[in-house]
């Protein structure tokens, strides 16, 4: 429990910062005339800086928001999560998977604060649910790596000897997409509904 109201706050944190980085690149692009008088480049510099972000993540950087939320929200001990192109997210490198979650969580958080308003439509519910997802799944991975590391914790003596299945990433990617999601349009408790 303590880590899931630790990872409310932090997506809470995260949504509210999103949301106040957002109202200030609004506010420049559009006291800005090289940006606010010509929208096609601003969309094609920001189409740009999204494929190059996404080139050096290897198999994350490829999938779309849908997929990778598709994939965060699966169990490593699934049978149906064995698509290649999700594998990475079951790899026991812990640094690896970690480097690659926290970049993706910072590329896709400021890829959303720079492309939310632009003029081509741009969601942000998806969005704002992968960066949760990732940050969320992240947590996950740490706190499991944890309680199989000293399983003797007090937190994680009712798991005992089981502690990989006592303690689900999967979940944690859930509740980090609600947090999130709920930081960024500040309502609780509709997204709590919505989400489960």
């Known amino acids: 429990v303590l880590f899931f109201a630790v990872l409310g706050v932090a997506g809470g944190a995260i949504g509210s910062l999103f949301v106040h980085l957002n109202v200030k ?3 420049f692009r559009l006291r800005t005339p090289c940006i606010k008088d010509h929208p096609v480049r601003e969309i094609v510099l920001l189409t740009l800086a999204t494929v190059l972000a996404g080139y050096f993540v290897g198999d994350m950087g490829r999938l779309n928001n849908t997929e990778i939320l598709a994939g965060l929200f699966k169990s490593c001990e699934s049978p149906d999560n064995v698509e290649p192109s999700k594998e990475f997210l079951c790899q026991t ?3 690896t998977f970690i480097a690659v979650m926290l970049y ?3 590329s896709k958080f400021a ?3 720079l492309t ?4 081509v439509p741009a969601g942000l519910f998806v969005p ?3 960066i949760g997802a990732v940050v969320g799944r992240l947590l996950g991975v740490l706190v499991r790596h944890w309680s199989l590391a000293d399983p003797n914790f007090f937190m994680f003596r ?3 000897a089981s502690s990989s299945h006592c303690i689900e990433p999967s979940m944690y990617a859930i509740i ?3 947090t999130v999601l709920g930081g960024v349009t500040q309502v609780s408790v509709s997204i709590a509904v919505i989400i489960f």
């Open 25 to 27: 690149w609004t506010h």
């Open 93 to 95: 490198d812990a640094q």
């Open 104 to 106: 993706t969580a910072v």
């Open 111 to 113: 890829l959303s604060v």
């Open 116 to 119: 939310f308003g632009v003029r």
């Open 128 to 130: 704002a649910l992968t």
């Open 158 to 160: 009712e798991c005992g």
């Open 176 to 178: 980090g997409a609600a």
